[in-house]
């Protein structure tokens, strides 16, 4: 053990099949999938039956570029980095009543809710900025991998705009899992998007969500999301079946942060008190151990910030724990570890899919023993996030939404985002990816 200090109907049949426990017939991925599209071979992923190792790039706010040329220089500057993967958002919805200053600003919508349904917009200004993006990705070789919707309410509104338009207000998050009237919703929307994509080669999987928790930023967790529900295990089955019905050739993963359900989990010292990690007792709501083990789960995903997750211990600039040798480095190689040890019992592939640290110090010397783990146990490695620079779109200036900025000509930070002039960083990344490039076919 570690011990840390620090618009939609419900039809019957889709009732019946969310009131069954366990599918009688579950559609697989087909063992004969057309050229250009990724699968998986044991624990390595393969394209037209040879290797396909990779570092990837996190890319949200792509689809919100106005114009074409920026999203073709944001390409075109992963090329040459020799990113092969790009994942990115399949979601941006609004309320009805921000419809009038998104049609004003140029703000990318994909789905405006003003009652229990939602409108679907695949105009120029909704999901033909999505086309642009898979369509570019492919012409300069990049796979994208597509998040249905997001656990998160801030800024591209998330599963709680579900919630709050469906279920009503005084609901608990969780009930964005169970409730049959939002599954329906949610399944809606998915089949939109699936059929618009499925026969491409660009798209590399399908993610059911980004970071799904028991929890949300604006919502709690309810009295039937907790460790041992499963409710997040037959969520991801159900979705991922779901969308296998859909789509007989891409691969789908869960999209989620990789917490697991120890029957002995991490413990930490918090206020003279030795409590349970939320990291490892199954209280975020994931089981990652087990949930790899779903038959239309085609690989592992687990993203990696102990910088933010444990920020209430620490204390000093090398970001100790008060009175411990522990760091936040030698934790995420734990993390690591920890993923690959289940992927390899899973025999199944698997993505250091988000991962970040602030400071540019920090990223400096802290990546390298991450991302050199991860190539010395065949992960797939996908920081957060990519940069752009040199964006031209009003000027190099414009609010998108929220915090969302293009701040004179460089793409969203979050503090987490690295640019081709930081070389110290990026470096980094452009040799893992040639690393990878070479052990791929």
């Known amino acids: 053990m570690r011990t840390l200090l620090a618009a939609?109907?419900?039809?019957?049949?889709?009732?019946?099949?969310?009131?069954?426990?366990?599918?009688?017939?579950?559609?697989?991925?087909?063992?004969?999938?057309?050229?250009?599209?990724?699968?998986?071979?044991?624990?390595?992923?393969?394209?037209?039956?040879?290797?396909?190792?990779?570092?990837?790039?996190?890319?949200?706010?792509?689809?919100?570029?106005?114009?074409?040329?920026?999203?073709?220089?944001?390409?075109?500057?992963?090329?040459?980095?020799?990113?092969?993967?790009?994942?990115?958002?399949?979601?941006?919805?609004?309320?009805?009543?921000?419809?009038?200053?998104?049609?004003?600003?140029?703000?990318?919508?994909?789905?405006?809710?003003?009652?229990?349904?939602?409108?679907?917009?695949?105009?120029?200004?909704?999901?033909?900025?999505?086309?642009?993006?898979?369509?570019?990705?492919?012409?300069y070789g990049i796979k994208v991998i597509v998040a249905f919707t997001n656990n998160w309410f801030c800024e591209i509104q998330g599963s709680d705009l579900y919630v709050n338009w469906i279920a009503g207000a005084g609901q608990p998050h969780d009930v964005f899992f169970t409730d049959p009237r939002i599954i329906a919703s949610y399944q809606s929307y998915v089949k939109t998007i699936v059929?618009?994509?499925?026969?491409?080669?660009?798209?590399?999987?399908?993610?059911?969500?980004?970071?799904?928790?028991?929890?949300?930023?604006?919502?709690?967790?309810?009295?039937?999301?907790?460790?041992?529900?499963?409710?997040?295990?037959?969520?991801?089955?159900?979705?991922?079946?779901?969308?296998?019905?859909?789509d007989a050739n891409h691969l789908i993963t869960t999209g989620g942060e990789g917490h697991f359900f120890w029957k002995k989990p991490v413990e930490y010292w918090f206020d003279h008190t030795l409590v349970s990690d939320y990291n490892f007792n199954g209280q975020a709501g994931e089981d990652f151990d087990h949930d790899l083990l779903l038959p239309n789960i085609d690989f592992g995903t687990y993203h990696l910030y102990p910088q933010s997750w444990y920020a209430f211990y620490l204390i000093t600039i090398d970001d100790d724990f008060p009175g411990s040798n522990w760091t936040v480095e030698s934790w995420g190689l734990e993390w690591i570890d920890d993923h690959i040890r289940a992927a390899n019992k899973a025999n199944k592939p698997v993505i250091l899919e988000e991962f970040g640290v602030s400071g540019l110090q920090n990223k400096s010397s802290i990546y390298p023993t991450w991302v050199q783990r991860a190539l010395d146990t065949k992960h797939a490695i996908m920081p957060w996030q990519f940069g752009e620079l040199g964006l031209t779109e009003d000027g190099g200036n414009r609010v998108i939404k929220y915090a969302d900025a293009i701040n004179h000509g460089a793409s969203p930070n979050d503090g987490n985002t690295f640019y081709i002039n930081q070389t110290a960083v990026w470096d980094i990344f452009t040799r893992a990816a040639k690393i990878q490039n070479e052990r791929s076919g």
């Open 8 to 139: 939609c109907v419900l039809s019957s049949w889709l009732w019946a099949l969310l009131s069954r426990a366990e599918p009688v017939d579950i559609q697989r991925r087909s063992s004969r999938v057309p050229p250009g599209f990724v699968t998986t071979n044991g624990r390595t992923f393969e394209l037209d039956g040879k290797p396909f190792s990779f570092v990837g790039a996190n890319s949200y706010w792509l689809p919100l570029l106005l114009t074409e040329s920026d999203v073709e220089k944001t390409f075109k500057t992963m090329q040459e980095a020799g990113v092969k993967v790009l994942r990115t958002w399949g979601f941006n919805a609004i309320n009805a009543t921000e419809l009038p200053g998104a049609l004003e600003s140029g703000l990318t919508y994909y789905q405006v809710w003003n009652s229990s349904n939602w409108i679907l917009n695949d105009g120029p200004q909704g999901l033909q900025r999505l086309d642009r993006v898979v369509s570019t990705a492919g012409k």
């Open 195 to 246: 059929q618009r994509y499925k026969d491409s080669p660009n798209i590399f999987a399908w993610e059911l969500m980004n970071e799904a928790r028991c929890l949300s930023d604006t919502l709690p967790a309810g009295p039937s999301c907790v460790p041992g529900s499963n409710t997040l295990r037959t969520w991801y089955r159900q979705q991922s079946d779901f969308v296998r019905s859909l």
